[in-house]
């Protein structure tokens, strides 16, 4: 009898996996493993949300797999180690994962794989977490697209029923090991501490919970998704990002559907790929920026700014509000993320890779090629269309996005008195409503740390300059 290892990964789930899917029509016995990487995890403060994630999915992963008669294997530690070790202590064959398209994840794929090669264990990688990978969509000449809305073309054109059918998994899930119960390690015993209660419901129960709401909800989404202060955006960012829920099943739906407002979210999704194409062609922007002639822009950086930016008192609200909601929950619509971007890097004029650093540290959802992606095309720095005098302006967007200042009055409780008139730029109302709200800026709630016209003219003299 055959024995496979499948090494879950950023793919959570039993169902609709492609990995799992190969390993079980290929072997007689399949044994799914998670290793809870001790290089990723040991940098980590001990309260971090993402680990709580993981680990509360794993368990629920590993409630199902005990009533199919299985097991999760579980290890903490390097993989370089414990993968090989794993193979050899289940007289694995063969280990099979899904491909990962970060640098550090290649690399060190790539050394599991000679480890493994050495002791005549195959490892095997397939397609999962996106719907093209690679070099799947290229130009005509053949290269990679470097600006999203051809891509997207190209995208959308190749998109169809192959490559959204899922993985039937079910039909082979008695080929699934049985094991003696395997330990099971507490977040103590890994090293971190028992956060908040997550803000969404975690897990592929959690995914498929939110997944059946917004199905409901799909048909406005281009009309609510741009809205913090109402229930616009999916929430489905960090099950995608940890593989809760299948992307080809949430593309497929969309792309079946049809109409503006499943075409807008297909959109978003498109995005994703993009930006892994991007990462995968130019593992390079993970330090330095797409355009070279911006990577060494001489940003003044001031640090009293960034520490008002993160703490969200930069006394412009709707910033201070969605910084806010990052540091509290995790979570940050995808329109603020645009907004506290620009705000810090063409206002505050601070480089794209603090701000890149800072959300890789505080977002639940944190994937490296959207969150690098993200943020250069805020900087101007990226593949984007855009010059680099796009700015936004925070009063503007504020009005546009929140205009009656519901999301600035759940996180800013401070500024809650203000009318709609006054929340948006406090520091301009007038004194007699400021005194009936009891807000009193500079003591209450900050005074702008900065002047918005002014800081745009430094940033148009910077990047000319830098260009």
Known sequence: MSTALVWLRRDLRLFDHAALFHALKHHD?????????????????????????????????????????????????RPAACMPALAHEFGATAVYANRDYEPAAIARDAGIATDLAAAGVGFETFKDQVIFEQDEIRTQAGGMYSVFTPYKRAWLAKLDEFYVRAYPVRPYAHRLASLPPQPWPSLADLGFEQGDAPVLPVGCSGGETLFNDFCTRLDRYHETRDYPGIKGPSYLSVHLRFGTVSIRELAG???????????????????????????????????????????????PNDKALFAAWCEGRTGYPLVDAAMRQLNRTGYMHNRLRMIVASFLVKDLLVDWRWGERYFAEKLLDFDL???????????????????????????????????????????????????????????LAHPLGLREAAVRIGVDYPAPVIDHAKQRELALALFKAGR
Do not use: M
């Open 29 to 77: 016995r399949v044994i799914p493993a998670f290793i809870f990487d001790r290089d990723i995890l040991d940098p980590l403060p001990r309260a971090d949300r993402r680990v709580g994630f993981i680990h509360a999915a794993l368990a629920e992963l590993k409630a199902e797999l005990v009533a199919r008669g299985s097991e999760l294997v579980v290890r903490h530690g």
């Open 369 to 427: 090629a959207a969150n690098n992606g993200g943020w250069q095309w805020a900087a101007s720095t990226g593949c984007d269309a855009q010059p680099w005098f796009r700015i936004f302006n925070p009063v503007t967007q504020s009005e546009k996005f929140d205009p009656d200042g519901r999301f600035i009055r759940r996180y800013c409780p401070e500024l809650a008195a203000l009318g709609p008139d006054a929340i948006h730029a406090p520091w």
């Open 253 to 299: 739906h969309a792309w079946r559907q049809g109409g503006a407002g499943a075409e807008t979210w297909l959109s978003e999704l498109c995005w994703r790929d993009f930006y892994q194409q991007i990462l995968w062609h130019r593992p390079d922007v993970v330090e330095h920026a797409f355009r070279p002639e911006y990577d060494a822009l001489p940003f």
